[in-house]
């Protein structure tokens, strides 16, 4: 018998050969882009926690969306900031809020990218909970009312995906049934099905303004350690009608993201969040590692683990690597 059986680095001898036998490639239609919109016109101040990230007004979020098409960019997911909160989050549904604005704003601009809207109260509660607050508790079924209307909302101003990521029990379902009474029977529902109460989540608290004034979201949110809860939340969302499911975060529960790609045929969507982001950042800064080659490391993974689509503050960038 010949030593070694096989050699793998055959294959691996010069670059042509290994973009040949190479399993995985990110494209930038593979990406979702987050903005954050305030109201106003002309704003545009970076996010100090979130470097390179901006709160944009309506017309400024039109602007960053026609160069990220240009560039190659296909789809943005908004976030928005009111300049009005109170303890139902009523803002979130207003017609002339920072989303239902920016969306108008971007689609005059560009009416080709795909405009995909996040859908929670938390920007817009006084307390900075996802849903309403009785005490110190969040009451269910009251939010998932408040968020049907958000979505609609959305929907109206010209949406083309809603996301809803505040974790409550039975919200797809209501979302679902909301769209479709309204005559949005085609608008298809992302839902954060899989979202983890991470500390990962640190640099968006300063992002979309939304820190709880006391408590934190592991009453709502999952608990890291749990994997079977995933398959059964995903499970859930399926039933109620989510047309793409979604992991959260990314990087450190890669597991999840392969499993739940096992379990359904549904496109699975993954976000590479704040924390995420920043920490690469960060580390780039100290001399640590290098950035654009740890960042795209960083997105295979993502996809390797078996994500079809990846939210991520390092879209504009990617996509001019
Ligand atoms: C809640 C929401 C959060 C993120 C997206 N939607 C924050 C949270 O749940 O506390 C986090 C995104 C990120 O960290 O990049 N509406």
């Not at 040949?20 to 990110?26: G, I, P």
């Not at 990406?31 to 002309?42: T, W």
């Not at 991470?198 to 992002?207: D, V």
């Not at 654009?292 to 690597?321: H, M, N, Q, T, V």
Request: aromatic fraction near 8%; proline fraction near 7%; hydrophobic fraction near 40%.
């Amino acid at each position: 018998m010949p030593f070694p059986l096989d050699r793998p680095r055959r294959l691996r001898d010069n670059s042509t050969l290994r973009s040949l036998v190479r399993e995985t490639l990110v494209t930038p239609q593979d990406l979702i882009y987050p903005l954050f919109v305030v109201p106003g016109k002309g704003v545009e101040s970076p996010i100090s926690t979130l470097p390179r990230q901006y709160h944009l007004s309506p017309d400024r979020a039109a602007e960053r969306a026609k160069s990220f098409y240009k560039d190659g960019g296909r789809a943005l997911l908004l976030f928005g900031l009111p300049d009005h909160k109170d303890e139902l989050g009523s803002s979130g549904a207003e017609e002339n809020g920072p989303v239902q604005e920016a969306i108008k704003a971007i689609k005059d601009v560009v009416p080709q990218i795909l405009i995909a809207t996040d859908v929670c109260l938390c920007e817009y509660t006084s307390h900075g909970h996802c849903g309403v607050l009785e005490g110190t508790k969040v009451l269910n079924d009251p939010t998932i009312q408040l968020l049907a209307a958000q979505a609609l909302s959305h929907a109206k101003a010209g949406a083309d995906l809603v996301a809803p990521s505040d974790m409550m029990d039975g919200r797809v379902a209501a979302i679902r049934q909301k769209l479709d009474e309204n005559g949005f029977y085609g608008l298809p529902i992302m839902s954060y099905s899989v979202k983890y109460a991470s500390a990962f989540y640190g640099p968006f608290r300063e992002a979309a303004r939304n820190t709880p004034c006391a408590g934190d979201r592991q009453g709502y949110q999952m608990d890291p350690a749990n994997r079977r809860e995933a398959a059964f939340e995903l499970q859930l969302d399926l039933q109620e009608g989510a047309d793409i499911v979604m992991v959260k975060p990314a990087g450190p529960y890669l597991d999840i993201i392969r499993e739940m790609r096992d379990l359904t045929l549904r496109p699975l969507a993954a976000y590479q969040v704040s924390g995420e982001f920043a920490m690469l950042d960060a580390a780039a800064n100290h001399g640590l590692l290098d950035f654009r080659k740890a960042a795209k490391e960083s997105l295979i993974g993502i996809k390797r683990a078996g994500a079809d689509l990846i939210i991520s503050y390092l879209a504009p960038e990617f996509l001019l690597w």
